[in-house]
């Protein structure tokens, strides 16, 4: 039995990590929903959140890295970590309350509260692929 519990355990972590890029922007949700209904509203969310692009840079704050943490209540109420590219980002005002309309938006979400933390910093490695490419940074 030892071997059955530690099994499963190893590879679960591992396809949820490198499921989506970018890689840091982890969720989480409750375990009271249905894994079906997560996985919907996960994707629904995620889909809102790259409709939110900082004016003055030609890709979507998802794919920038800047969402560090979804995370989905039991009742649906989502909180959003993000970061922004500086504290002197001329943004920093208007996108966190763009990043909660879109989330809001959502179908089956509850209320949204979105939080700009600095810890880590973000810095240009926590962009996606399709972020350098867009930026043309490679």
């Known amino acids: 039995m030892t071997d059955e519990t530690q099994t499963p355990a190893a590879p679960v972590p591992a396809p949820e990590a ?3 890029p970018p890689v840091n922007a982890a969720v989480s949700g409750a375990s009271a929903l249905p894994a079906d209904e997560l996985n919907q509203l996960t ?9 939110v692009y900082d004016p003055e840079i030609p890709a979507d704050i998802y794919e920038l890295g800047l969402i560090y943490k979804i995370d989905i209540a039991d009742d649906r109420a989502v909180k959003v970590d993000m970061s922004l590219t500086s504290p002197n980002c001329p943004s920093a005002q208007e996108l966190p309350i763009m990043l909660e309309n879109a989330v809001s938006s959502v ?4 209320e949204t509260k979105v939080e700009v933390v600095w810890d880590p910093p973000w810095d ?3 962009m996606s692929d399709e972020a350098r490419l867009v930026l043309n940074m490679w």
Request: aromatic content about 0%; overall charge positive; hydrophobic content about 35%.
């Open 18 to 20: 490198a499921d989506k």
């Open 43 to 51: 994707d629904s969310i995620i889909a809102a959140i790259k409709t």
């Open 124 to 126: 240009p490695s926590r």
């Open 107 to 110: 179908p089956g979400v509850k």
